[in-house]
């Protein structure tokens, strides 16, 4: 039997000015993952890989023998789960927040994330962007967008923001 445990992501408790979630900031984007299966998994590993829920329903069909249809967007934990990370695994993920007016006042946003970055961009009323150095600013208190020591990365996070877009078919409507 496989156990898995995951929840809704985070809430901010104040962070950033907000009692919420919804935003791309690092309280509230983070998920908890732990999972079980003594057959495959090595007690106590732990993996540092970029996953996201929509991995969840690829890693259910594969450990049920089951053949995941081509449309889907996710991708397998399984190799993770066995401590070998493939070659081609992501190196970025996608984020976007459209439901905007609303409830909770939470302004139409999308990003990337990389181990090191992560760009957001702000739009609708709005057209603001972020960019933090997790490495250096991991509670993402200083926005480095404009800083020109972060030009190219800027650039590189913008280039791989669009391929991502059209990855998973993003055509909200949002603009670039």
Do not use: C
Request: proline share 5%; no cysteine; net charge negative.
């Amino acid at each position: 039997t496989i156990v898995i445990y995951t929840s809704d992501q985070g809430f901010f408790l104040g962070e950033h000015g907000w009692f919420d979630k919804r935003f791309m900031y690092e309280e509230s984007l983070q998920m908890p993952l732990l999972v079980r299966y003594p057959k495959e998994i090595r007690a106590g590993a732990v993996n540092k890989d970029i996953v996201m829920n929509l991995d969840f329903a690829e890693t259910f069909l594969d450990y049920a023998g089951v053949r995941v249809p081509q449309d889907m967007q996710g991708i397998s934990l399984r190799p993770l789960l066995r401590g070998r990370t493939p070659a081609d695994w992501r190196k970025s993920m996608y984020y976007h927040y459209y439901e905007y007016p609303g409830a909770h006042s939470v302004k139409r946003h999308y990003g990337v994330r990389t181990e090191r970055y992560k760009l957001i961009r702000f739009y609708h009323d709005i057209d603001e962007w972020e960019l933090y150095d997790l490495k250096n600013d991991p509670d993402e208190m200083r926005n480095v967008y404009d800083d020109p020591a972060y030009a190219e990365t800027v650039k590189e996070l913008t280039a791989e923001l669009k391929r991502l877009r059209s990855h998973y078919k993003d055509n909200t409507g949002a603009p670039i």
